[in-house]
């Protein structure tokens, strides 16, 4: 079983920047594509970013241009560097290792945009 912990979550004024972290706890972690979602409130959970194992990033587009994904396989750990944030991206964020049908999930952090 793949533990996944997330950190970096917090309040934030609109305009400002956050990075949350995730580490994995698995010896293969350059096996999985890892991800990024987000459940806005009252609203379903949403894809915000994927890095895939040979790096390759996909975004959602009303996250293009200001979120940035990234792994380090050395750490075990992924990242979402997010700026110019705004007030609907306020979000739990979870992270999720992906490999075939096998999914892990991270208890999530919190991240709110207000001023």
């Known amino acids: 079983q793949v533990q996944l912990v997330e950190s970096g979550g917090g309040l934030v004024q609109p305009g400002g920047s956050l990075r949350l972290s995730c580490a994995a706890s698995t010896t293969v972690f350059n096996t999985y594509t890892m991800g990024w979602y987000r459940r806005p409130p009252r609203t379903e959970r949403e894809l915000v970013a994927t890095v895939t194992t040979g790096g390759t990033t996909t975004y959602a587009d009303s996250v293009k241009g200001r979120f940035t994904i990234s792994r380090d396989n050395a750490k075990n750990t992924v990242y979402l560097e997010m700026n110019s944030l705004q007030f609907q991206d306020t979000a739990i964020y979870y992270c999720?290792?992906?490999?075939?049908?096998?999914?892990?999930w991270g208890q999530g952090t919190q991240v709110t945009v207000s001023s």
């Open positions: 999720n290792a992906r490999r075939t049908i096998i999914n892990h």
